[in-house]
């Protein structure tokens, strides 16, 4: 089912359904390891689908892994069975290797694993949007250079950066192109490096490569997500908006209303309960609690979404994921926002 995305946008606030970036934790339900799940479309496909089948979340989230785009590009991964996999090591030192550097073509390591999962699960998922999942140009770029290089270099080298940010920029164009032509409804696009980035500096090496991406792609029946879980979040909001995103999702380091209230209302801004503290840590009666008073917090603001955090980890306890939509069902059912 193709959907109109800015409709679906729109009925979020009379839907109340929360929109947590869940996926990994759906190993557990299915018995398998993190490493199977990065490494097989069929167990990713399923593992989408199981979440659907447990939960009435907005929409089905993809797999958020965010080491397939560096691994394409030539990074080494380190992945073990019960972690995410991550990057290690360096794959370009200065200007001159990021020019020479080859952008990969869409399908490369595993991206094309990840393409069909999607598209796979779009397939199969009928009753709600699938989104998903990206890195963001700066957050890539952090990872081919090293992420503290990255920072440093914004100030240090910025030819260097800004040459490192036109290739992850390329092929982040065409993943993005990837997953609309297979027929999802979004992405939800990461860029938690450049929220450690001062306000200015963010505005030169991650707000125009960002827009650049969103303008390729985003239309009525295609949005993105853009996420942030960065700590210098509260200051860039401005910038945020003019990304154009069609909406925004924020981490735990930031006190949500504050964004609801620095951020224009007619675009959802969803979060961000504690993925460590509260999904995998916790009690289900603790959860039960922190999102009852996040959605007391929000009240009045209709373009508040429920979400988690971040990406809901794969340790994560399914009785806190339970009680995290039992106090939103709760809550939507005694009117509140």
Same mark, same amino acid.
């Given at each position: 089912?193709?959907?109109?995305?800015?409709e679906? +946008?729109?009925?979020l606030?009379?839907?109340?359904?929360?929109?947590? +970036?869940l996926?990994?934790?759906?190993?557990?339900?299915?018995?398998?390891?993190?490493?199977?799940?990065?490494?097989?479309?069929?167990?990713? *496909?399923?593992? &989408? $689908?199981r979440?659907?089948?447990?939960t009435d979340?907005?929409?089905?989230?993809?797999?958020?892994?965010l080491?397939?785009e560096?691994?394409?590009?030539g990074?080494?991964?380190?992945?073990?069975?019960?972690?995410?996999?991550t990057? &290690?090591g #360096?794959l &370009?030192?200065?200007?001159?290797?990021?020019?020479a $550097?080859?952008?990969?073509? #869409?399908?490369?390591?595993?991206t094309g694993l990840?393409?069909e999962?999607a598209?796979?699960a779009k397939?199969?998922?009928?009753?709600?949007?699938?989104l998903a999942?990206?890195?963001g140009?700066?957050s890539?770029a952090g990872?081919?250079?090293?992420v503290?290089?990255?920072?440093? /270099?914004?100030?240090?080298?910025e030819?260097f950066?800004h040459?490192?940010l036109?290739? !992850? *920029?390329?092929f982040?164009k065409a993943? =993005?192109q990837?997953?609309?032509?297979?027929?999802?409804?979004?992405?939800?696009?990461?860029e938690?490096?450049s929220?450690?980035?001062?306000p200015?500096l963010?505005?030169?090496?991650?707000?125009p490569? #960002?827009?650049?991406?969103i @303008?390729a792609?985003?239309d009525?029946s295609f949005?993105?997500?853009?996420?942030?879980?960065?700590p210098? !979040?509260p200051l860039?909001?401005?910038?945020?908006?003019?990304?154009?995103?069609?909406a925004y999702?924020?981490?735990d380091?930031?006190? $949500?209303?504050?964004?609801?209230?620095?951020?224009p209302?007619?675009?959802?801004?969803?979060?961000n309960?504690?993925?460590?503290?509260h999904?995998?840590?916790?009690?289900?009666?603790e959860m039960?609690a922190?999102? !009852?008073?996040l959605?007391?917090?929000c @009240?009045g603001?209709?373009?508040?979404?429920?979400s988690s955090?971040?990406?809901?980890?794969?340790?994560?306890?399914w009785? /806190?994921? @339970?009680?995290?939509?039992k106090a939103?069902r709760? =809550?939507?059912e005694?009117?509140?926002?």
């Amino acid at each position: 089912m193709k959907y109109n995305m800015n409709e679906w +946008l729109s009925s979020l606030s009379e839907s109340r359904k929360p929109l947590p +970036l869940l996926s990994f934790p759906s190993a557990q339900l299915l018995g398998a390891s993190v490493y199977d799940f990065t490494h097989n479309a069929a167990l990713q *496909t399923e593992g &989408i $689908l199981r979440v659907a089948q447990r939960t009435d979340a907005a929409a089905a989230v993809c797999m958020m892994d965010l080491s397939v785009e560096a691994e394409a590009f030539g990074c080494e991964i380190k992945a073990t069975e019960d972690e995410v996999p991550t990057v &290690i090591g #360096v794959l &370009i030192s200065d200007e001159d290797e990021a020019e020479a $550097l080859t952008v990969p073509a #869409v399908g490369d390591g595993r991206t094309g694993l990840y393409i069909e999962a999607a598209r796979n699960a779009k397939s199969a998922i009928a009753d709600r949007p699938v989104l998903a999942g990206i890195i963001g140009p700066f957050s890539l770029a952090g990872r081919l250079m090293d992420v503290s290089e990255a920072l440093v /270099n914004c100030i240090a080298d910025e030819d260097f950066v800004h040459a490192a940010l036109r290739k !992850t *920029t390329a092929f982040l164009k065409a993943y =993005a192109q990837a997953y609309k032509d297979a027929g999802v409804d979004g992405i939800v696009m990461a860029e938690p490096l450049s929220g450690l980035l001062s306000p200015a500096l963010e505005a030169e090496f991650s707000a125009p490569y #960002v827009k650049e991406i969103i @303008d390729a792609v985003q239309d009525d029946s295609f949005i993105v997500v853009y996420h942030n879980c960065g700590p210098n !979040t509260p200051l860039m909001t401005e910038s945020f908006y003019q990304n154009g995103a069609a909406a925004y999702h924020f981490g735990d380091a930031v006190d $949500l209303k504050t964004m609801l209230e620095k951020m224009p209302a007619d675009r959802p801004v969803c979060g961000n309960i504690s993925p460590v503290d509260h999904f995998a840590g916790g009690t289900p009666e603790e959860m039960y609690a922190a999102v !009852t008073a996040l959605i007391a917090a929000c @009240d009045g603001h209709p373009n508040f979404v429920l979400s988690s955090g971040c990406d809901i980890p794969p340790t994560a306890k399914w009785d /806190n994921i @339970d009680a995290f939509f039992k106090a939103a069902r709760d =809550a939507a059912e005694g009117g509140k926002v």
